[in-house]
Structures are given as C-alpha cells and as structure tokens.
C-alpha cells in the first residue's frame, strides 16, 4: 500500500489543469469531454497517449477516515497499453489547498490483457462525496480494439471487494460514465455542384450569364466547387491533424466531362472563375478526363471550365474524385468518384427517337411555333452504332407563329449499309413553352398523290419524357 495526494474539494478538477495546456476528462459531469481521433492517423490497435485523456472524477460517495472502498475502473473498446500502478490513481499535478493521502493498491486487473482495474483505497481522513481523484490515463495509455466505435472509461466506487470484482450496478456506491475517445475520417472532401446552361442563341458554343452557379463570362462555366477541409481532429498523441499530416505531393483533383468542345479546365482562386489558380492537364487525345494538381495544399475554389466558342458544348453531367497521394504512414484513400456540375441546353429540344428515310414512305416532322419571333432550327440525326448519314440540311427557319415541315430524307438522305431508321433530333432557338412537334410517317402513292398515316405521334422532350 502507498500513500497519495489528492485535493479534497471538487476544485481538483481545475487544479489538475491549471497552467497546463490540456484539459482533463470529468467522467463526473455532462461535458462531452471526448476528442475524434483521425482514421487516417490512428489504426485498431494502436494506443492513445494523448495528455487530454487525463482523467478526474468526483468521489460520488463520502469515505470515513481509515475506511476502505473499491474504486473501479473499466474501459469499452480498448485495453491499457501498459500496466497500472497505484500511482496511476494520482495525476502527478502538485495538490493545491486541502489535501488527502489514502493508502492504495492495485488489487485486480490493470495488466496489458485487461481493460479493468481495480484500486483498494483506504482513507487517512473523512473524504467528502465531492472530492476528487484523478486516474493518469494519458500515462497509462489506451490501446483502441476497434476505431469503428468509441472508447468509454468507466468509475464505479464500492463497498467491498467482492462487490468490485462481480461490477455490481446494483450494489456499487458511486458511478460514472464517459465516451473519452472517438474516430472519424480527418479530411472531409465537399463538393457543390453547380448548373450551367448553354445558349441555344449562341448554338451552343457559350454559356448563358445569368443565374447564381453562372460565371461573369460567356464563354465560362463554374461547374461546382470543391474544398478539402481538414476537420478537428488529432493524433494518438494528440497533435492536432493539418493537410500536411494526410496528403502529399501528387495529390490532384481529377474531374470527367465531355470536354470535346476544346478550351480548358481549371481551378480558381475562389473568385467565380475569374482567374485560373491551377490549369488542368489532359492525356494527348483525351477530351473527357482532366487532372489538376493540388499537392498538399488545402483546396478551395470553383472547378471552371472555359470554351473556345467554336464547337457546341454537349449537355452532360461532370463528375470529380479527390485522387489523394497519401503522407507518410496515413491511409488517407481516394473520394469515391462525385457529381461536380451539370451542364444544361436552354431554347427546346425535340426528338424522334424512331423515324425512317424507307423510299416507300413520307416521313416528316412537323414543328409549330407560337413564338413571336422567327427561330433558327438546328437538326441532326441519331443512327446506330457503325451507321453514317450522308450529308443532308441541317439548318432551317420556323417563322414566329408558323408550322415548318421537314421531311426526314432532307437531314439525311441516305443511310449506310441500306439501313432506313434513324432518329431525329431538333434544336429549336425558342422558348421551349412556345414549340411543340409531332413525327409522322405515310404510305405515299406516288401515281395517284393518295396518302395513308401509318404512325404519328409527338416529339420527345429529352429529360422529361
């Protein structure tokens, strides 16, 4: 048995950390005391020496002079990484005003194989319910079973021995319990997506400025923006984590859309696309993947995306992944591949997604506008795969309030390979509230001028059909 001093008042708490820089677990109170320690950082198995994991507790029950009582304590989700001794049960911090000096010894437990210890305290004078204790877990360290849970500690004072070796809830005269450590991924990786619409005004080839994910130019789009924030938390040792703990050199954002219509990818300075911070590089050839080195810089800005103004731009969904180079001993892992932007067409889209150029038939769509302007119809053709179309119209004019008849053979005259379907699309610079289109296709007499509808039925609107 060997003596020990501890402050006699339920100020001990404060003394234990007063002029130091960390700051105690009160298993006693209804403070969430507990720290998240990275995932990336710390592994099952691994211990905890962090100096906040100290630990102070009130009595909870008053103890007469020379009495003994069973002070236990038990931790969930972890073991003691080395073995506790009865000066463990001090925090090692000079008492301050009153103070108390019990006999104690380890009776149970407390090996490096336990996640249990039991104390045997004897009082030299009347201990008050409020006094406190301190148990140096920092010291002791805790070797974590699993970071997929939380690790609690918990006090529980009784009566006799047998009572502390059984963990009697029902007979225990004191308790306390604690969540003192949890876990969680350090490096937290937000995406924004953001839409952007191409002008059918402009055929396409630019962007529409208005709207609050729209960029101050034309001819850029803010897809969406990333930042790679660094969450509070710590180390084993209980260092706060930085970006430089978890990522290297060779980490880059790597972003996938239809990128076909040439110009660049980039990272801006947070400036709604403004300024390029980080140009993207594509592979020779490539056209949909764009990569932008980052290192280990934190990251924050908007991924833009900025055309020459020469070919249309396709309607598409750009996606990015955080392709991370990790630091050191880290596991920080790649981000799993996130929606970073949509691109978007405005003026009306139509589709007939089966239509024919057989020689025995009138194939034809037929559009209406109630627009009050004339408006510029683009129109292409959809085949299957392996099949082209022999160059045919592709432009025309809706006059504002009118119908316009194209007959199919007009955009593609011919098929490869004597295939006659195909599918039509049209686009339409008009409000798509003011066009609407039907297919239709006929058996045509070409001696007697008879016809006869064999199909008909509306345009497709893509996306809401």
Known sequence: MKKFVFKATALAIGALVGGSAFAAITLSDTTADARTYATELVASGDNLSDANLATTSKLGFGVSAAATRYVRFDLTNAKWNTAVTPARLDAGVAAAGTSYTPDVAVVAGGTTA???????????????????????????????????????LTYAMFETAGQAVANDANVKLAGYSETIAKFGKALSFVVTPGTQVASVEKAFKEFTTTGTNSAPLAKTAKLGKVDNTVGTAFTAAGVAVANADLIAAGTKLVVTGDFGAKGSVFLDGDDNCATSATAATFATGNTTTASITTGAAAVLGNVCYTVTGDTAVPEQVASVVYDVTAAGASTTADTASTTLGTILHDGTTLQAPFATIHPDYLSRVVLTST????????????????????????????????????NTKDICPSLSTGVTRLAVKLDVVAPSSSISGVYNVMNYNQTTGATDSLISYPLLRPGTN
């Open 114 to 152: 336990d996640s249990y210890v039991i104390f045997q305290v004897t009082a030299d004078v009347n201990y008050d319910q409020g006094d406190a204790l301190s148990l140096a877990l920092n010291t002791i360290g805790v070797k974590v079973t699993s970071t997929a849970s939380p690790v609690a």
């Open 371 to 406: 627009y009050g302007v004339d408006a510029a119809v683009s129109a292409s053709v959809i085949t299957e795969d392996g099949i082209s179309c022999a160059a045919g119209t592709t432009s025309f004019t809706l006059k504002a309030g009118k119908q316009l008849f194209i």
